[in-house]
Nanobody, 118 residues
Framework: VQLVESGGGLVQAGGSLRLSCAAS????????MAWYRQAPGKQRELVAS????????YYADSVKGRFTISRDNAKNTMYLQMNSLKPEDTAVYYC????????????WGQGTQVTVSS
């Protein structure tokens, strides 16, 4: 499974961005997908996750009510709609997929930079 993120950039506080994560390869085996982020000098943290069918989602408290995770399995793409962005949302955002048949393996994208100016 290969993952490629896009949609990052520079935005002013209060603005919006939509990140995309396009999957390729053995996409039929992808189960849960998630967005993580890592700010300079900090550990990578889970932002949001979504189950295979999209019926269950999880959000970190810091983004609840502002971010929305979704996926389009027909397009093998996951999204993160980010609204009301804050400077503290500045980070490299990574896409992660759990995939496999008998054994689950984690796959990561290369990351996309999101910078929110005050």
């Amino acid at each position: 499974v290969q993952l490629v993120e896009s949609g990052g950039g520079l935005v002013q506080a209060g603005g919006s961005l939509r990140l995309s994560c396009a999957a390729s390869g053995s996409t039929f085996s992808i189960n849960t997908m998630a967005w993580y982020r890592q700010a300079p000098g900090k550990q990578r943290e889970l932002v949001a996750s979504i189950t295979k069918g999209g019926g269950s989602t999880y959000y970190a408290d810091s983004v609840k009510g502002r971010f929305t995770i979704s996926r389009d399995n027909a397009k093998n793409t996951m999204y993160l709609q980010m609204n009301s962005l804050k400077p503290e949302d500045t980070a490299v955002y990574y896409c992660k997929a759990r995939a496999g048949i008998a054994t689950m393996t984690s796959y990561w994208g290369q990351g996309t930079q999101v910078t929110v100016s005050s």
